[in-house]
């Protein structure tokens, strides 16, 4: 097999925003990407007439891409419409990276929105439903919730453990004024929370929020002169192993196993390097299966391993700084989210929550039920 | 293409109260959800077979719904013949099974509804059909 030649450092995230945070009433999806697309592009000092490739998913519009560069008034020469769930946004990265190196394109903005709390109906269901659950109306959580109980049994992991994630999430969304819940929250609380799908309580499940994200990539040479700290994408990779959960090949372990080691290789970086991680918390499980993946414990390890807020505030490994899908934010799709807090952190502007002396983030996207992962390793210009 | 129709034949299957799922002849693999090739392999050569109707418990998980609706359990179960598939457990125990445990496969068809493969948990020392 031919050697995989990934464009480490020749690309960046030049331009980053969110936008819509929490409840934005009376905005449809659509008005909440293509408003987060232009905050990014104001933060990089880019307007709309510069985007000739332009990336996006939106919950309700299968040919968003059409849509949104009509809504713009822009005929990029690359459009794409990646849909593996929220993890799609990192794919979408990696892709532009291979498109700006290639000059097939400039300026690459990826954007997303949703306004999945406050809009007055309900998405419909993605097309292509299993014929063979649909009888047994697995929802989401429910696919979530029989990973972790697998993992209960395979490696002890505890319901306490599991909460630990939520807590230190929490402990984040504190520390961010963006984030949509705030408040105490003990492992107590997470255990006694209404229980949604056994053994998850509704706080091991992600907020349901509007929201909107976006970034704008260039290729190297030019980021420099777009923003004083740009981020440099240095390695990415997805991988899939299943769409329904019945056919996950082992539930204890994600194809964050494949993409993990497989962007660590195109960034020439081992995760003992990395200094901050965004991960795809949908549900606690996803932030204690993802560490075991990408390589942070080994495999079983990850309940122990978020033991006594390791990952909270003050803890030895930052992660989910926003306070991630469980805290801050989660219109649906929530990939994009982890991009812009891996920006923020490299560029040291994320406040009270900034982490010290970030030069390696990673960003990690999930998709489906477990289905579809994605990684990016971002770092600052000493990382070059 | 001899199976044109996967998931209709397992349904006619199902009316007949047969737990139907094909098996590659080549290379004697049991697949289960219907398909029209082997996954993996792309071989052509599926053809149905009885199921044991024998599995164990994978994972579960109890569902709970909002308002007076009643909870309900979904489960993956392992087939003796090696697919794992999503399924309701029926009878006694059924909302708390041990993983491992011992099932067998019904089919159940509510009134007015589709047939539904669902599996009821074995009792211990119940003897294997």
């Known amino acids: ?80 419409n990646n849909r593996t769930g929220g993890s799609a946004f990192l794919s979408h990265a990696i892709e532009a990276a291979l498109a700006l190196d290639a000059g097939l394109c400039d300026v690459a903005l990826i954007t997303y929105g949703s306004n999945t709390r406050t809009n007055t109906r309900r998405y419909p269901a993605p097309p292509g439903e299993s014929p063979y659950e649909t009888a047994y109306r697995p929802n989401l959580p429910a696919s979530y919730a029989l990973a972790a109980r697998r993992h209960m049994h395979e490696f002890g992991t505890t319901r306490e453990q599991l909460a630990e994630v939520a807590v230190a999430a929490r402990k984040w969304a504190n520390l961010n004024p963006d984030a949509y819940k705030r408040g105490d929250l003990s492992i107590d609380d997470v255990i006694s929370a209404p229980m949604v799908a056994s053994p998850l309580t509704v706080r091991d499940c992600c907020l349901v929020t509007d929201g909107a994200a976006a970034v704008v990539m260039t290729r190297a040479d030019r980021a420099r002169d777009l923003r004083d700290a740009p981020a440099y994408l240095l390695g990415g990779a997805a991988a899939t192993t299943h769409r329904y959960i019945a056919a996950m090949p082992d539930l204890t372990v994600t194809a964050a196993a494949q993409s993990g080691p497989r962007a660590f290789a195109h960034a020439g970086l081992a995760p003992s390097d990395v200094d901050v991680l ?107 | 293409m001899n199976q044109p129709n996967p998931e209709a034949e397992f349904r006619a299957f199902l009316a007949e109260n047969r737990f139907m799922i094909q098996r590659s002849r080549s290379s004697g693999r049991h697949v289960f959800y219907p398909r029209i090739a082997e996954p993996g392999t792309g071989a052509r050569d599926l053809e149905w077979v009885e199921a044991s109707g024998a599995g164990t418990v994978h994972s579960f998980t109890v569902v709970t719904q909002r308002g007076d609706a009643p909870d309900y359990n979904i489960a993956l179960v392992d087939l003796a013949e090696g697919p794992r598939l999503m399924t309701r457990l029926v009878g006694p125990g059924a909302d708390t099974p041990g993983i491992g445990q011992a099932v067998r496969a019904e089919i159940e068809t509510p009134e007015g509804g589709d047939p539904l493969l669902v599996f009821r948990l074995v009792a211990e020392g119940e003897a294997e059909q």
């Open chain 1, 1 to 80: 097999m031919t050697e995989a030649r990934f464009p480490r450092g020749r690309a960046a995230m030049v331009g980053w925003a969110t936008h819509g945070m929490g409840e934005a009433p009376g905005q449809s999806s659509m008005d909440l990407a293509a408003g987060a697309g232009l905050l990014a592009l104001d933060s990089a000092g880019l307007t709309l007439a510069d985007v000739d490739a332009l990336y996006v998913a939106l919950p309700d519009d299968m040919l968003s891409g059409l849509s949104l560069a009509e809504y713009y008034g822009i005929h990029p020469k690359v459009t794409g």
């Open chain 1, 278 to 384: 965004q991960l795809y918390d949908a549900f606690t499980i996803n932030v204690i299966l993802f560490l075991e993946d990408l390589g942070f414990c080994p495999k079983g390890e990850g309940g122990r391993f978020v033991e006594g807020g390791a990952i909270a505030p003050g803890g030895t490994l930052p992660v989910n700084t926003n306070g991630g899908g469980l805290s801050c934010v989660h219109p649906g799709m929530y990939g994009l989210f982890t991009m812009v807090e891996a920006c923020r952190q490299i560029a040291g502007e994320a406040g009270d929550r900034q982490v010290d002396d970030v030069n390696v983030a990673l960003s990690h996207g999930n998709g489906g039920v477990l289905s579809s992962q994605a990684t990016l390793l971002l770092g600052s210009a000493a990382t070059l």
